[in-house]
């Protein structure tokens, strides 16, 4: 019963819930994210309110606030050269014996804006930014950028449709309601409970400070 004790006070502490067998490099937190069982992050920042599915791997990302990441996706992994006789590793790293030097290859990092879903087993390639509000079907290998609140499906992946007309999604980007503290979101959380509407949107861009 100590030992539970301990273990609940130091993920208080952290302000973040963490699953058995998480990997985590170099990776920093945000307020109250979630990291499902077997999570393996590096070189990552990960934003306030954004669940981590289980066997998620992600390499030298920015993921935004309020994403949901579902299981067994991968974000952003290191690319290999395709220009040469080989790609392997072994040409370029000297842990393998076979050069002097390992060459500092420089990763482009991938971009994963606010309040972005992304589906089980999806596929995002190093340097792809997805925008704002964007859904990303399962099993998507997504090769190049998503615009904010489209929906791309498929392999490789492409655009189905978006989420809203565009009224609505100038009032929604505009309010930037991901970053404001948690009072707001308990003050208004029947807007964010309802189906939006374009006098709903006006509303919160108007709560929100949003400019005209």
Excluded at 165 to 183: Q, R
């Amino acid at each position: 019963m100590k030992m539970l004790k301990k273990i609940k006070q130091l993920i208080l502490r952290r302000d973040w819930f963490c699953g058995e067998n998480v990997s985590l490099n170099n990776v920093e937190l945000n307020h109250k994210c979630n990291l499902a069982y077997g999570a393996d992050l590096s070189n990552s920042n990960v934003g306030k309110f954004t669940s981590i599915g289980r066997r998620t791997t992600i390499r030298n990302a920015l993921i935004g606030n309020f994403c949901s990441v579902s299981y067994n996706v991968s974000i952003g992994a290191t690319s290999h050269p395709i220009d040469r006789i080989s790609g392997s590793a072994a040409f370029y790293q000297s842990k393998y014996g076979l050069v002097d030097i390992t060459e500092k290859v420089k990763n482009q990092k991938t971009i994963i804006g606010h309040s972005v879903w992304i589906g089980c087993n999806a596929v995002i390639m190093e340097g792809v930014k997805v925008g704002n509000g964007a859904v990303v079907g399962a099993g998507a290998i997504v090769t190049k950028d998503v615009k904010p609140y489209e929906i791309v499906v498929g392999i490789p992946a492409k655009h189905l449709r978006y989420r809203f007309d565009k009224e609505i999604i100038d009032n929604i980007e505009k309010s930037k309601w991901w970053e404001k503290e948690d009072m707001f979101y308990r003050n208004n959380d029947k807007l964010f409970k309802s189906k939006i509407t374009l006098d709903m949107s006006e509303k919160l861009r108007i709560i929100s400070g949003g400019l005209e």
